[in-house]
């Protein structure tokens, strides 16, 4: 780990330039600019309040702000968005990179480290206007919020360690990513975010706990929903999760990195 932790550092050049450049060419050449980062994840955030809010009155527990549910759906939305736009792009990171691959000769371990740096730059510009938010509508929750932060590395964790073993087994299998599609749809409403857990039967409650997704969300929930600390007890147990994900998907991509030149 710490040799190529010191291979990445020689090699910060290139993954800082590729992280920006990959942000101009996405961003700064549209009319709209870096606006695109935060206007699908607000209108998207919008409809569901709409929905769930106002048609279908659906109403927090024991929570009296009255932009609780906003809050709740927006701590669960950017969250999900995170995850989903880590995992989806280690999927195809290195087929969307093959000529790199092939051409230019350099530390592979670089393309997922370019990938999460660009998502979390994604990440801090939406998360910072949603603070904003809680800021102007008197909703921060104080220093309670600092928790989030281990959340946040826990939840990175398990996504890296899961993107990675799906984007190497799709080098090989590409049903991998077909099915990995389709998986984060069930996946995404088979988590609270858009509804509250208490409106689940029991026996359904009790198998949300084996949901690492509903261990975070809830966890970031708790915390800016009702300044209350987050569920350690689910997020440790993520964090092993993702821990043994990690460790799968890098002797995955070690023993394989030369076959997946040759496959691609």
Do not use: H
């Amino acid at each position: 780990m710490i040799s190529l932790i010191k291979v990445l550092w020689l090699y910060r050049g290139f993954v800082l330039g590729s992280i920006k450049r990959e942000f101009q060419t996405k961003y700064l050449n549209s009319l709209l600019g870096v606006s695109w980062v935060f206007i699908q994840p607000l209108s998207m955030i919008l409809v569901y309040t709409l929905v769930f809010s106002q048609v279908m009155k659906t109403r927090l527990p024991e929570v009296d702000n009255t932009f609780g549910y906003s809050i709740y759906l927006c701590a669960g939305l950017l969250t999900w968005g995170f995850f989903v736009e880590v995992v989806s792009r280690f999927q195809n990171v290195f087929i969307d990179n093959s000529n790199l691959l092939k051409k230019v000769s350099f530390p592979r371990l670089c393309l997922p480290v370019v990938l999460v740096g660009s998502a979390g730059l994604n990440f801090c510009i939406i998360f910072s206007l949603f603070l904003v938010f809680l800021v102007l509508s008197s909703s921060f929750p104080g220093l309670v919020f600092i928790q989030i932060i281990p959340v946040l590395i826990v939840q990175l964790v398990f996504s890296v360690g899961l993107g990675m073993v799906i984007g190497v087994l799709n080098v090989f299998f590409r049903d991998v990513g077909q099915m990995t599609n389709v998986v984060l749809q069930f996946w995404f409403w088979l988590t609270p975010i858009v509804y509250p857990v208490s409106i689940l039967p029991e026996y359904v409650r009790y198998l949300m706990n084996f949901n690492p997704l509903y261990q975070l969300v809830g966890s970031y929930q708790r915390v800016l929903v009702q300044g209350l600390s987050p569920n350690w007890d689910g997020v440790g147990a993520v964090f092993v999760v993702g821990l043994t994900l990690c460790a799968l998907g890098l002797r995955l991509f070690k023993r394989n990195s030369g076959d997946i030149v040759d496959e691609l």
